[in-house]
Nanobody, 123 residues
Framework: VQLQASGGGLVQAGGSLRLSCAASGRTFVLYATGWFRQAPGKERECVAAISRSGGSTYYADSMKGRFTISRDNAKNTVYLQMNSLKPEDTALYYC?????????????????WGQGTQVTVSS
C-alpha cells in the first residue's frame, strides 16, 4: 500500500488544520492507521491511531480534546483534524498503516509509511 499525506501548512496558534492520508495499492480498508509526528531533535511519537473499522481510536494525552482521527474507507482516506494548535505541535507529520485490524500505538507495528507533511504553528 502507498500512502500520501497532505494538508500541512503554516497556521497561527489557536488555529486548525486537517491532514489527509490517501492510500492506494492493496485494499486500505484492511489496515489500522496512525498519525505520527517528529519535531527537530525529538523522537517520533504517535499522535493518534484508528482501527480498521474506525470503531476504536487512540490519542496521545496532549492531543486529547484537540485532535480527531477519522477514516472514510470508501475513499481510502484517513483524516486528522487538528484544532487549538500550539507552537509545540510544530513537526513533520506522517501517516502509517499497519497489517492489523486493531489500533496500534508503536511505530514498529506499522509497516507502511507516507512521506510526511509539515505543520508549523506560529505563536
Amino acid at each position: 500500500v502507498q500512502l500520501q499525506a497532505s494538508g500541512g501548512g503554516l497556521v497561527q496558534a489557536g488555529g486548525s488544520l486537517r491532514l489527509s492520508c490517501a492510500a492506494s495499492g492493496r485494499t486500505f480498508v484492511l489496515y489500522a492507521t496512525g498519525w505520527f509526528r517528529q519535531a527537530p531533535g525529538k523522537e517520533r511519537e504517535c499522535v493518534a491511531a484508528i482501527s480498521r473499522s474506525g470503531g476504536s481510536t487512540y490519542y496521545a494525552d496532549s492531543m486529547k480534546g484537540r485532535f480527531t482521527i477519522s477514516r472514510d474507507n470508501a475513499k481510502n482516506t484517513v483524516y486528522l483534524q487538528m484544532n487549538s494548535l500550539k507552537p509545540e505541535d510544530t513537526a513533520l507529520y506522517y501517516c502509517a498503516a499497519s497489517n492489523s485490524a486493531l489500533v496500534k500505538r508503536s511505530e514498529w507495528e506499522y509497516g507502511y509509511w507516507g512521506q510526511g507533511t509539515q505543520v508549523t504553528v506560529s505563536s
